[in-house]
């Protein structure tokens, strides 16, 4: 199914007139700041966000799965799905495909769907946290960090084989996440882990094209329970220093331990021009994948800020890190939980971009951290949804998107489709 744009412009005409009362309101708030109002609604509307291939179908956890229907069962259903999503918010221009779970088989045939869509192909993910069917080397014990040169071999090919296939689709980088780490203390040489998983990393490095970047994603613990091989931002960070120019880290918000610090991250990353990659998501207790900014809205802005002020300092030369929502829907219509990220994540950037940052800076020079809260809270406190509504409007996508979905039935639709569908998803 297609959504055109005679229906999102019939919907819009129903709320057309409270959002601009709305949006004027709040216009003329902004101008008394002496903040460029259109520059802001046009860097929201710029934001895209990358939505992964395996989020549009329900997630469970390892006790149970509860799907719902009409999810989309094979590749050119997901592309369909986030082109339902990119018409009706405009924001979501990406996907991004994990191997081998959506291996083309036809890929300019993928490539001219997308392209339908307006959608392009954000990085290409590998996966060597569990064995196919027909693996003769097993990921037991780990992938590229393994004892047996066989099993990292076998992970190495792996990686250079989803390369390929992202070539064949226009993509430009690879995401490694590794599961690989131990469960029991001694059970493995923390030292030749590390060494091995950075020797394996080279090799797959090298086989990049060169205009590609390598995304080296860590996290604290699970799915093993005593040591991960790439834990934290560090061991990222070394990884990516030592592999190259085009290795970066990836900073996924849901792999730290509670309170960590992960502005203050985001912030030393930029600085060294290290952070290439973004995975968005919310939680409570470790990487929990729930909706971006249901739990803990304020620590997303303090984020932004510091993602904005890297992006906008002259003096700093990180790439625009690729965006990309990494999150497990459980309970909730994937597609509209996709639809709230996707706002807390514009919501958090438009309040970052509302930080006067000469005033904060004099503020911190001052040692004045009653201002320094001041300038904060008051962008967290200003209600900036008309801005949003704005750039989705100028953008040509509907004013209010969940509001689209349910009164355009775009679920019911799908299950009348596709049918009730079983689908496995990923992480
Ligand atoms: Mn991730």
Redesign the pocket.
Known sequence: MKIDKQQIQEFNSQFLSEHESNFQFLTTQLDKRGLNVDKVVQKIADFQIAIPSWALGTGGTRFGRFPGGGEPATLEQKIEDVGLLHALNRSGGAISLHIPWDIPEDANAIRQLAFENDLIFDAVNSNTFQDQADQLQSYKFGSLCHTDQKVRQHAIDHNKEVIRHGVDLGSKSL?V?LSDGSNFPGQQNFKKALSRTLDSLSEIYASMPDDWKMFV?YKPFEPNFYSTVIPDWGTSHLLASKLGERAFC?V?L??HLPNTNIEQIVATLMMEGKLGGF?FNDSKYSDDDLTVGSIKPYQLFLIFNELVDGMEDPQLNNPIPAW?I?ASHNVKDPLEDLIQSIEAIKLAYAQALLVDRSKLEEARDKNDPVLTQEIFQDAFRTDLRPLLAESRKRAGAALNPIAFYRIYKIREQLIEERGVHSVATG?
């Open positions: 995401t996440w994603e990836l996924d849901g792999h995975h990309m990494d992480l």
